[in-house]
T-cell receptor, first 104, second 115 residues
């Protein structure tokens, strides 16, 4: 079973920032935090990962709490193409993820 | 396009058939994975191969038989499947298995229907 917990669903308005939370209650010191997303009818797509420090790439930003028990994926300006199921994982076991809906 | 291809994209087979799923990665990775994604269930890791050696089998029934002839190719041989095996089968690759810093790249999946 997955070790992370995420809200089942979230909604956002187009061109607004989105903060997707994740709890890593049993994370170990060497586990990296990975985020993936799965668009409809596609395989999961790597988004970002980190260990302790906040990370930025062209797709998103990842904020990691100091105790590493939680992380937040930040989409700075949501687009309709960002509508997907977002998964956070810390031991390569996928949970149910958060279904993000983006409203025009 | 992630550099991981899977064929066929769709497959319908009877319970007595034998078929194979194929996965190929063009990323120079050394680890390959099979996942199963059933409706309304999380992705389930089935098998892991690292440098062509199987390193993980998550209690998968023997009617699923993986094969990894080299680091670029992965097969899943199917025989005498059950209707509950109908699912999306996803292949993924990474630079090396067992290294938590390495991300995985997924193929588009094979949609399998067992009749």
């Amino acid at each position: 079973d997955a070790k992370t917990t995420q809200p089942n669903s979230m909604e956002s308005n187009e061109e607004e920032p989105v903060h997707l939370p994740c709890n890593h209650s049993t994370i170990s010191g060497t586990d990296y935090i990975h985020w993936y997303r799965q668009l409809p009818s596609q395989g999961p797509e790597y988004v970002i990962h980190g260990l302790t420090s906040n990370v930025n790439n062209r797709m998103a930003s990842l904020a990691i709490a100091e105790d590493r028990k939680s992380s937040t994926l930040i989409l700075h300006r949501a687009t309709l193409r960002d509508a997907a199921v977002y998964y956070c994982i810390d031991d390569m076991r996928f949970g149910a993820g958060t279904r993000l809906t983006v409203k025009p | 396009e992630t550099g991981v291809t899977q064929t066929p994209r769709h497959l319908v087979m009877g319970m007595t058939n034998k078929k194979s799923l194929k996965c190929e990665q063009h990323l120079g990775h050394n680890a390959m994975y099979w996942y199963k994604q059933s409706a309304k269930k999380p992705l389930e890791l089935m098998f892991v191969y690292n440098f062509k050696e199987q390193t993980e089998n998550n209690s998968v029934p023997s009617r699923f038989s993986p094969e990894c002839p080299n680091s670029s190719h992965l097969f899943l041989h199917l025989h005498t499947l059950q209707p509950e095996d109908s699912a999306l089968y996803l292949c993924a690759s990474s630079r090396e298995a067992g290294r938590p810093s390495y991300e995985q790249y997924f193929g588009p999946g094979t949609r399998l229907t067992v009749t």
